[in-house]
């Protein structure tokens, strides 16, 4: 048991750098309705139908 609570102990510590990332501001997101819905598949291309949201829009 010791053993792995000290290898839990140094994954965490080896980890922990990655842990909180820079934020990035995302002022608008651009959506398409996919109409299929299948599973395991690519979004439909950005056509006249994709709409942007901006924050605070909706």
């Keep these: 048991m ?3 609570e000290e290898k ?3 994954r965490i510590t080896e980890l922990s750098k990655f ?3 820079d934020t ?3 002022p608008e997101w651009i959506f398409v309705v996919d ?4 599973v395991g598949t ?3 291309e ?3 139908h994709s709409s ?3 924050i605070g829009e909706r």
């Design 24 to 26: 990035i501001k995302l």
């Design 35 to 38: 109409e299929a819905g299948g």
């Design 46 to 48: 950005r056509d006249n």
């Design 42 to 44: 690519y979004p439909p």
């Design 19 to 21: 842990r909180y990332r």
């Design 8 to 10: 839990v102990k140094a």
């Design 2 to 4: 010791f053993l792995t």
């Design 52 to 54: 942007t949201i901006r």
